[in-house]
């Protein structure tokens, strides 16, 4: 903690040479430190639920197997290449910004939405697919499956889903973001909240990293 | 702080690219592994894949490579924390 404190004062310091005077408290460092620890919750939130599936997949690594080849591999290899392209046009459009070429910098961000939306649709479609197959928690042909299959499913949209909801939330915080770099409340000088949110959208290709491998690829 | 703020200004937006390229690309060989007859290895070898993809997100796009040192310190501690829940975890059920 006394680390965190020092580094804080530090940056207070530095963030004054920085760009100029920062006038109302402005404190970079700071802001980031408080964005990191909140990633840390969500990396502990996602965790738990991917020390749950270790466990079952111990236990049930057959019926897992089995659960894993109802998935398309092709549709979540796309969506896989789509959010790895949503992050690279995210880190782009905060690169542009701090070079102050402000409309770049909106066209990357729409482009990012834009993986964000088309990730949510291909998941929207694959999830109707399981829906008129049978497959979601409590359909009685689920329910007439193995117990590891069951659980798998269980655990599948649980999880994707939990994960589709942070790509929600991560759409119009990315909107916020743009439109505060049109209005230049976000500029070279004063860009943290466009990084914070590009932290966010980076966690939330991370986790995706994860599920992609643990439920497409184990058949 | 200056020298390293200065760092991250001139950070070239091919890196970035660099760095899409290889995670497609360990995506493809990801993919591609699962069609071999690995099956023992495929999950480790996955994970492992994985593990380096979110290596290069967090260090690159995540900026933690031009950051101060303190970040990557913050993330270490996270993992170990992380890391001591999955062992504790195992030890749990391994002996039930």
Known sequence: MADAGAARTSAAGAGGAEGGAHAGGYDPMAAKMGMWLFLFTEVLLFGALFIVYGVYLHGFTWQFRQGSARLSIPVGAVNTAILLTSSLTMALAIAALRRARQVRALRLLFATVGCAGAFLAIKAFEWAGKFTHGVYPGAGFLLEQTKGEIIFFGLYFTMTGLHALHVLVGIPLILWGASRARTGAVNPERCVFLENAGLYWHLVDLVWIYLFPLFYLIS | ?96
């Open chain 2, 1 to 96: 702080m200056n020298s390293r703020t200065e760092e991250r200004h001139v950070v070239p937006d091919s890196l970035y690219v660099w760095v899409w390229v290889a995670l497609l690309s360990l995506t493809g060989i990801t993919v591609s592994a699962k069609y071999t007859d690995l099956q023992h290895l495929a999950i480790f070898a996955a994970l492992l894949i994985a593990t380096a993809k979110a290596g290069l997100v967090v260090l690159y796009f995540m900026h933690v490579r031009f950051e101060k040192p303190i970040f990557a310190v913050m993330i270490l501690v996270l993992l170990a924390t992380y890391g001591i829940y999955i062992g504790l975890t195992f030890v749990d059920y391994a002996n039930r």
